[in-house]
């Protein structure tokens, strides 16, 4: 069979025949009379068999190699083959990523394209001073790859960065949302934290009602952050978990301070004193029964300052002197213990 009819039948081009046969593999084992290329049947399915390697992904010198060493092992190629193909299935897949969140972003004009890039590539950064340089710098009428900046904010361990984040998504009025409350129901904690104090820093609808999900979180930590964000919004479903702050110690004073908000905005004072005050019955600690004591300074209104008026009076010195000197600060019209 002549070359023509070898490329017409086998779709490869007389040009890449003749360059198989330069490189010695496929050549053809016969000449016509006239000194034309004559392929055999042996050399057809050689061909074949160059096309099928060729189809995996092997260069010419290594189907060269995979057919003519005698110490070739096939195992050891295709394996090569399958780690190569998944790196660059891995590149790819990145690479669509970063075009899905330059496409989300709806870019107007190629200096928008550049700057998301410019972006998306910052947050890759190990610098977490251009991490959050990059996130700060984004101008208030640009657009941003929401996507892009929620996963950062789910990943970020640097508390300005990850402030700049909470802003830039704050910015955007919750669009990231949906997105970041996925972070909630992650098994890691530190995610679920990251998740919570992000959505905190949206002041919308939406975002309430993913931080009253998280008051039910097993992680104190997170109920915290979602209780502070939620009282200061008004919110009353924060209250236990406010109480338990102050009664467990965990940034007790800012959670006095957001019940006292409560009195203010929501929830009569009354209902919050009496709240405390079965806290300080059931306590049985001298530190609890303090933080208790100096939470109930932030409430405003006469139920606390009876409550405070009877702790004048109580058997441990420090709690009764405490007392003592919130009510007389309260009497001379100033904020107590500051």
């Given at each position: 069979?002549?070359?023509?009819?070898?490329?017409?039948?086998?779709?490869?081009?007389?040009?890449?025949?003749?360059?198989?046969?330069?490189?010695?593999?496929?050549?053809?084992?016969?000449?016509?009379?006239?000194?034309?290329?004559?392929?055999?049947?042996?050399?057809?399915?050689?061909?074949?068999?160059?096309?099928?390697?060729?189809?995996?992904?092997?260069?010419?010198?290594?189907?060269?190699?995979?057919?003519?060493?005698?110490?070739?092992?096939?195992?050891?190629?295709?394996?090569?083959?399958?780690?190569?193909?998944?790196?660059?299935?891995?590149?790819?897949?990145?690479?669509?990523?970063?075009?899905?969140?330059?496409?989300?972003?709806?870019?107007?004009?190629?200096?928008?394209?550049?700057?998301?890039?410019?972006?998306?590539?910052?947050?890759?950064?190990?610098?977490?001073?251009?991490?959050?340089?990059?996130?700060?710098?984004?101008?208030?009428?640009?657009?941003?790859p929401v996507e892009a900046l929620v996963e950062a904010a789910l990943a970020e361990?640097?508390?300005?960065?990850?402030?700049?984040?909470?802003?830039?998504?704050?910015r955007v009025a919750g669009h990231g949302l949906a997105h970041l409350a996925k972070?909630?129901?992650?098994?890691?904690?530190?995610?679920?934290?990251?998740?919570?104090?992000?959505?905190?820093?949206?002041?919308?609808?939406?975002?309430?009602?993913?931080?009253?999900?998280?008051?039910?979180?097993?992680?104190?930590?997170?109920?915290?952050?979602?209780?502070?964000?939620?009282?200061?919004?008004?919110?009353?479903?924060?209250?236990?978990?406010?109480?338990?702050?102050?009664?467990?110690?965990?940034?007790?004073?800012?959670?006095?301070?957001?019940?006292?908000?409560l009195t203010t905005i929501a929830c009569p004072a009354e209902d919050i004193v009496?709240?405390?005050?079965?806290?300080?019955?059931?306590?049985?600690?001298?530190?609890?029964?303090?933080?208790?004591?100096?939470?109930?300074?932030?409430?405003?209104?006469?139920?606390?300052?009876?409550?405070?008026?009877?702790?004048?009076?109580?058997?441990?010195?420090?709690?009764?002197?405490?007392?003592?000197?919130?009510?007389?600060?309260?009497?001379?019209?100033?904020?107590?213990?500051?």
């Amino acid at each position: 069979m002549l070359i023509g009819e070898v490329s017409r039948r086998c779709g490869v081009s007389t040009r890449m025949l003749r360059h198989f046969d330069t490189l010695g593999l496929v050549s053809p084992t016969g000449r016509t009379t006239g000194g034309y290329r004559e392929y055999s049947a042996d050399d057809i399915r050689r061909l074949f068999h160059v096309e099928s390697l060729r189809t995996l992904g092997l260069s010419l010198n290594e189907v060269k190699r995979a057919l003519d060493g005698p110490d070739f092992a096939p195992a050891d190629l295709v394996g090569d083959l399958i780690r190569h193909t998944r790196q660059r299935i891995a590149a790819d897949e990145e690479l669509l990523a970063k075009l899905e969140r330059v496409d989300a972003a709806s870019p107007a004009e190629w200096e928008d394209v550049l700057r998301i890039v410019a972006l998306l590539r910052a947050l890759e950064s190990e610098s977490a001073a251009r991490r959050q340089q990059a996130i700060l710098s984004q101008s208030g009428k640009a657009s941003l790859p929401v996507e892009a900046l929620v996963e950062a904010a789910l990943a970020e361990e640097d508390p300005n960065v990850a402030g700049a984040l909470h802003w830039s998504l704050a910015r955007v009025a919750g669009h990231g949302l949906a997105h970041l409350a996925k972070g909630l129901d992650a098994e890691e904690v530190d995610v679920r934290r990251r998740a919570t104090a992000a959505i905190a820093a949206v002041h919308t609808a939406e975002a309430t009602v993913h931080l009253r999900r998280a008051l039910d979180d097993p992680d104190a930590g997170i109920r915290g952050y979602a209780a502070l964000a939620l009282g200061s919004r008004g919110n009353i479903d924060s209250i236990p978990a406010l109480l338990e702050m102050v009664v467990d110690g965990r940034r007790d004073v800012e959670a006095a301070e957001v019940l006292g908000l409560l009195t203010t905005i929501a929830c009569p004072a009354e209902d919050i004193v009496e709240a405390l005050q079965r806290e300080l019955d059931h306590a049985d600690d001298a530190p609890t029964r303090l933080r208790i004591t100096q939470a109930l300074a932030e409430i405003p209104g006469t139920a606390a300052r009876t409550a405070l008026g009877r702790l004048t009076d109580d058997g441990d010195r420090t709690i009764a002197s405490t007392a003592a000197a919130i009510v007389s600060a309260q009497d001379r019209g100033r904020s107590p213990l500051r």
